[in-house]
């Protein structure tokens, strides 16, 4: 029997062979017959597995990917031994095969050239040229200006290789927009509380808990993989689902309570809830007592936050606030006030994180069973290279000193604000690698983006589509992938250390590489070959799995491998042993000692935001189970289940504006952008009056994507006013209002 | 606020958002279907009343019409299928649950019937006429000796032929515009007064077409009447039935239906008929064309209102 | 034998992974699908529900679509899946027409095509593809002649709907509510 290795390079002469013997008979029953294998049904077919993990998302289940005999990927399923997936993937997951049959891909190398009467076309090259240029110009870069003025934005698992070149050549810029844009504030306030993130996947105990508390948090339509299956479980075992949201999100319809609040008030709500746990002592004394610290301030802190004075401000009435309270105190500690992800929502958001750390550590949930548990992920030894160079500036430097101390990741917005030529500062950013991530649609303040893109130097995009960011590129260099690739082991945090293997299923279709190829090309010709000291990413892979125990023979079979705990408890506070925390006061701090110190507020403090004027409603974006980020709009399989977006407006403002159900209109924002296609209007009552929804990453820009172009409005597109969180540099993103056109803006220009 | 949507992009082209797998062909096929049988109808009641010499028409000339409607028309019901290779499969099975196979195989008779009736009528249509095998002459005496017998079997084929298209609409229960029992009934008559519309456009015998005015005025009536039987079914009917119904008093096909179906295709033909039975000259042609004309949009609106109505759930 | 399956409507997310799972698995072409996601909003803000439902055929026990083909093409098999044999099938549409739940669509191929409960999966002793996939774990198949099945335990002790009773034909789809 061949093995999984050998198939690969028998299948490239084999098909080959076939193809030749095909055109030599050119019948046509024998076409058909090699036609009809695509025609039997997945599981009728001989089909082989090559494990895999999932790069559709950021939540990464491994899965088995299935080849038949002719080479096509039919399908692909979940490895049941996964934690993330359980052996159930989610529709991006089973529609990753869509991603890897886009005929829209990125296929070869592209160089920007301008032509004589000045307009710009992106010309393909080979892999030699484009390497070739951009070594260069990163070579020219250090030279004249110093390696710290490159950057690297990069999203995903193949930016850990990318990142290890650009931290070879000495730059410490290295961002993804996961942290100042979606769950940054969280990470700084749970870090500022418990001494630890959150981390990613969340380190939620769903699955035991007997009353979930979700503040704005939609999982249903964000498809948290086992979180949603958590989640599903959770109800099987008839717990308290409570959801926060002023739209009737999934969760919501299938929550005991649905607190419809009014927008930018959860804070309110939260010290409310804090009020009435401590005043009426439904608190976990014992937990309180023995773990935290700043439990008298806390207690008179909120002394004047009663749900009288929420309601007031969250419309969400004060014997439901009690009735909430009481039910999260009943279940206790098996309450989990879940943390949401992407957070940056109105600029005080890692205030409104505290406040959620705050209660769950009132209630006793921490480290408990059906609260948070404790994660453990394993360790794998790194491959030997050199040490990195250590960098003499960083982007920290754009900003006065002192500035975003508590911040311990780098700012993607901060190298914006780096890039852009600024008279007090004595140099900017000139170059930017980006890394599977379409800046136009993950950074806010598109105006912003394309001014720092403006000042750059060079820019390159490693992407596998042609997404918005790529068209602004000087260098396009095209990945192959994740079905097509070898990447590092996946060792993400989880109930059980887990070690999944990603394998290629398939050749890299057209001319793609994987990223670990890209950055070993680029590292020999920067001389930085020492970092790079093995002939592919299976000598690094095999080598680390020797190292514990196990071989890349091994995974290679089996896919996802689990290993025993070595630290701690899954649940190490259930019996309240003596435990210190990694804080100031070695407690958990409900006053934080921390912030209080950068001069912040020690305890979350209710401010009210700005409200949409009149014929303005509030811009709410969120996602949909079946897409994520922007990167899926044009993946035909899931192309299929949604293939635009639609915003919905509440009945009673349609009726106000005479726009129909299914009517195409305009958005228009409070600084007069307007989206650049039309959106569907779907008239819901599921929404608010005084705000709008879309799900986010449609609109796309990019005539190459043939099926995304043009349908339905990109709310990045929109989003032009942030609200800084002064503690981390979150940009908070929900204070944008749009009004609705109903006739198209630009026609009337051009008349 | 009551929302119903599809959450997964569904699209099916000519399923959403409402059916209309089938297209003009079905209606047309209806139609000449239901022509073709009442034509062969007289023509076969005619003969067994043994009244062939005053009734020319209906027995010979007219019968022509009928196997040129029922050619075209199983034209049209080939074209309309979407894995035409296999058509033969209709052939090999009889399904007696499915109307469509009572009427593939009532076509499978009636067609080369009609074909034969009209061919045994050459030799008197045409003189000087020659079969010019000796077995083709055999086969007619053969036939002519045996016409009344011919007659009934081709009479009671030609009533399941005109039943059996309404009742194909109406053994859909998924449609509740169609599931009504009055449908069968209601396309036979039509057909019957369709296929005598065509005899009296073409007679020139004033007997003839005197005779069947009369009976045409009965069957239009009658008409009339089951068309309003109908209707009252529907408002007497579940909240399904009275959706359906709510697409002819006032919905999109309300003029389309009480204009060119009752009004000009029933009730200006009962009038006119009227009329020239009393004596007062009509122009000749303008009842049955009116009468052929309502009978064409009639197939047409019950196909396709048929399939826009649905169940509620 | 008599396989069915119940969809849990309090677990449904609406998120089409059963649709996607059926693509791939059953070659279903771009532009049709064999299952799809139904949501059902009533009610006036803040007083409003949903209802999200994953529908596919039936499989009726009097399945109107088996009465009215001309050909014997769809007909029932083992267990009471509802088929159609592709090579009998000549497309006149009349179980299109016939099914109160549009289940059917034509396939471009010519034949008439639809869910079949993943019979060559059953036959394996496996379950349909959309079953295995869903991540909320709310498609429950079996066999209910078996008390031990896990559609026979998911109706034991819910309430339950199916769509369009009065249409008569007993479906074999059973919505936990």
Redesign the interface.
């Given at each position: 029997m061949t093995t999984r290795r050998d198939f690969i390079k028998i299948s490239t002469a084999g098909t080959g062979a076939a193809a030749l013997g095909l055109s030599v008979l050119n019948w046509n029953g024998v076409g058909k017959a090699f036609a009809e294998v695509e025609n039997i049904p997945a599981s009728n077919t001989e089909l082989t597995p090559y494990p895999t993990y999932c790069e559709v998302c950021f939540w990464k289940c491994a899965g088995w990917a299935y080849v038949d005999t002719n080479g096509k990927i039919r399908k692909i399923i979940g490895n049941e031994d996964d934690p993330h997936s359980n052996g159930r993937l989610c529709p991006r997951g089973t529609g990753g095969i869509g991603m890897y049959y886009d005929e829209d891909r990125l296929k070869t190398p592209l160089i920007r050239g301008k032509k004589p009467d000045g307009t710009s076309y992106f010309r393909e090259a080979s892999w030699e040229e484009a390497l070739d240029l951009v070594a260069e110009k990163m070579d020219k870069l250090r030279k004249e200006h110093g390696p710290e003025c490159l950057a690297l934005f990069s999203h995903g698992t193949g930016g850990k290789m990318i990142s290890h070149l650009v931290k070879a050549y000495g730059s410490p810029n290295i961002t993804a927009p996961s942290f100042a844009q979606c769950r940054g504030p969280r990470e700084v306030a749970f870090t500022a509380t418990y001494g630890e993130d959150v981390m990613s996947p969340e380190r939620t105990d769903i699955r035991d808990t007997k009353c979930l508390v979700l503040i704005g948090s939609h999982i249903g339509e964000n498809m948290h993989n086992n979180q949603i299956q958590e989640m599903s479980q959770a109800i099987d075992n008839g717990s308290t689902i409570i959801t926060v949201d002023p739209r009737l999100s999934t969760a919501a319809s299938h929550s005991k309570y649905w607190l419809p609040i009014k927008p930018a008030t959860d804070i309110a709500l939260l010290l409310a809830w804090i009020h009435v746990i401590i005043y009426e002592e439904l608190y976990d004394k014992d937990y309180v007592e023995k773990y935290t610290f700043g439990f008298e301030e806390l207690k008179e802190h909120v002394k004047n936050s009663t749900p009288e004075w929420a309601y007031g401000i969250t419309t969400i009435e004060p014997h439901i606030i009690r009735r909430t309270a009481h039910e999260m105190a009943a279940a206790a500690p098996r309450t989990l006030i879940h943390p949401g992800r992407h957070v940056t929502w109105y600029g005080d958001d890692t205030q409104r994180s505290r406040a959620i750390a705050i209660l769950n550590a009132i209630l006793g949930t921490w480290d408990r069973r059906g609260g948070f548990y404790n994660p453990e992920k394993v360790h794998l030894p790194s491959y030997p290279t050199p040490p990195y160079p250590k960098p003499k500036r960083s982007w920290k430097d754009a900003y006065p000193p002192g500035k975003y101390n508590l911040v311990n990741e780098v700012l993607s917005t901060g190298i914006c604000d780096a890039t852009i030529p600024n008279p007090d500062l004595s140099c900017h950013l000139r170059g930017w690698i980006v890394y599977g991530t379409n800046l136009m649609a993950s950074l806010p303040e598109q105006q912003k983006t394309l001014e720092a893109i403006a000042n750059l130097d060079f820019l390159v995009v490693i992407d596998t589509m042609p997404m918005d960011i790529v068209g602004y590129a000087d260098i396009v260099l095209p990945e192959c992938t994740y079905l097509e690739r070898y990447d590092y082991l996946r060792t993400s945090p989880h109930r059980e250390p887990a070690l999944a293997l990603r394998m290629p299923a398939s050749e890299p279709k057209y001319e793609t590489k994987p990223n670990w190829w890209i950055a070993k090309e680029l590292g020999k010709r920067l001389g930085l070959e020492d970092y790079f000291p093995w002939e592919n990413i299976e000598e690094v892979l095999d080598w680390q799995l020797k190292k514990i125990g196990s071989s890349l023979e091994e995974m290679q079979r089996i896919g996802v491998k689990k290993f025993k705990r070595k630290y701690d408890d899954l649940y190490p506070l259930d019996n309240l042993p003596d435990y210190e925390f990694n804080t100031n006061t070695g407690k958990i701090e409900l006053y934080s000692t921390e912030l209080d110190a950068e001069g912040f507020d020690p305890m979350p403090k209710y401010t009210h935001h700005p409200e949409p004027e009149e014929g303005y409603y509030r811009l709410n974006y969120g996602r949909a189970p079946m897409h994520t980020f922007s990167r899926t709009s044009n993946n035909h399989n899931l192309w299929d289940l949604m293939n635009e977006n639609s915003v919905w407006i509440n009945p009673k403002v349609a009726e106000l504006w005479e726009i129909k159900n299914g009517q195409y209109i305009w958005l228009k924002n409070q600084d007069g952008i307007i989206s650049s296609f039309s959106v569907k209007a779907r008239v819901t009552e599921r929404i608010r009056w005084d705000s709008v929804y879309l799900v986010h990453g449609f609109g796309h820009t990019n005539k190459k994507l043939t099926r995304a172009y043009g349908r339905g409005a990109s709310d990045s597109e929109l989003v032009t006013k942030i609200t800084m969180d002064p503690i981390m540099g979150g940009t908070g993103m929900r204070g944008n209002f749009v009004t609705f056109l109903k006739e198209d803006p630009r026609k009337e220009v051009k008349a | 606020m009551k929302e119903e949507l599809f959450v997964s992009g569904r699209d099916i082209p000519n399923i959403d958002p409402y059916l209309h797998i089938w297209h003009w062909q079905i209606p047309l096929y209806l139609y000449l279907g239901g022509l073709a049988a009442g034509i062969l109808f007289f023509a076969a009641y005619y003969v067994i009343k043994g009244k062939e010499k005053q009734m020319q028409t209906t027995v010979k000339w007219a019968a022509i019409i009928a196997p040129i409607a029922l050619v075209l028309g199983l034209g049209a019901l080939f074209w309309d299928l979407k894995h035409k290779l296999f058509f033969w499969q209709l052939y090999t099975t009889i399904r007696f649950t499915s109307p469509m196979s009572w009427g593939a195989w009532t076509l499978m008779l009636i067609t080369p019937m009609s074909i034969v009736w009209v061919a045994s009528y050459m030799k008197e249509m045409i003189p000087g006429w020659d079969w010019k095998w000796n077995i083709l002459n055999r086969f007619e005496a053969w036939v002519i000796k045996y016409r009344v017998p011919f007659a009934w079997v081709m009479m009671v084929l030609s009533v399941i032929l005109g039943v059996y298209t309404g009742i194909l609409l109406s053994a859909f229960n998924a449609r509740p515009l169609w599931n009504s029992s009055i449908l069968g009934p209601l396309f036979l008559t039509s057909g019957l007064s369709t296929g005598l519309a065509t005899i009296i456009w073409m007679s020139k015998d004033n007997h003839e077409r005197k005779v069947l005015t009369r009976i045409d005025l009965v069957l239009i009536i009658v008409e009339l009447f089951l068309i309003i039987h109908l209707f009252m079914g529907f408002l007497a009917g579940s909240a399904v039935k009275t959706e359906a119904a709510s697409l002819f008093l006032g919905g999109e096909f309300t003029v389309t239906f009480w204009v060119f179906v009752v009004l000009l295709g029933l009730l200006f033909p009962i009038v006119l008929e009227a009329f020239e039975l009393r004596g007062y000259h009509v122009p000749k042609w303008l009842p049955p064309f009116l009468i052929l004309f309502g009978g064409l949009v009639l197939r047409f609106v019950m196909v396709e209102a048929g399939q826009i109505t649905r169940f509620l759930y | 034998m008599r396989y069915a399956m119940a969809i849990d409507t309090?677990?449904c997310?609406?998120?089409?992974?059963c649709?996607?799972?059926c693509?791939?698995?059953?070659?279903v072409p771009?532009?049709?699908?064999r299952d799809?996601?139904?949501?059902?909003?009533?009610?006036?803000?803040?007083s409003?529900?949903?209802e999200?439902r994953s529908e596919r055929c039936n499989h009726c026990d009097n399945a109107?679509c088996v009465?009215?083909?001309?050909?014997?093409?769809s007909h029932i098999a083992e267990g009471g899946i509802v088929l159609v044999t592709h090579?009998?099938?000549?497309?006149?549409?009349?179980c299109?027409?016939?099914?109160?739940?549009?289940a059917r669509?034509?396939h471009p191929?010519?034949?008439?095509d639809k869910c079949t409960f993943?019979k060559?999966?059953v036959d394996?002793g496996?379950n349909p593809?959309c079953v295995?996939?869903?991540?909320?774990?709310?498609l429950h198949f079996g066999d209910m002649d078996d008390s031990n099945s896990d559609v026979s335990k998911a109706l034991k002790n819910r309430k339950w709907k199916v769509?369009?009773p009065?249409?008569?034909t007993e479906p074999q789809l059973y919505f936990l509510t």
């Open positions: - | - | 309090k677990k997310v609406g998120c089409g992974d649709v996607v799972a693509q791939t698995e059953n070659n771009h532009g049709y699908c799809w996601i139904v949501e059902n909003v009533s009610g006036s803000y803040p409003v529900q949903i999200l109107p009465r009215c083909c001309p050909t014997g093409a090579d009998e099938c000549i497309g006149c549409g009349a299109i027409e016939s099914c109160p739940y549009d669509y034509p191929e010519g034949y008439v993943c060559h999966r394996k496996q593809a295995d996939v869903c991540p909320t774990n709310c769509l369009a009065e249409a008569g």
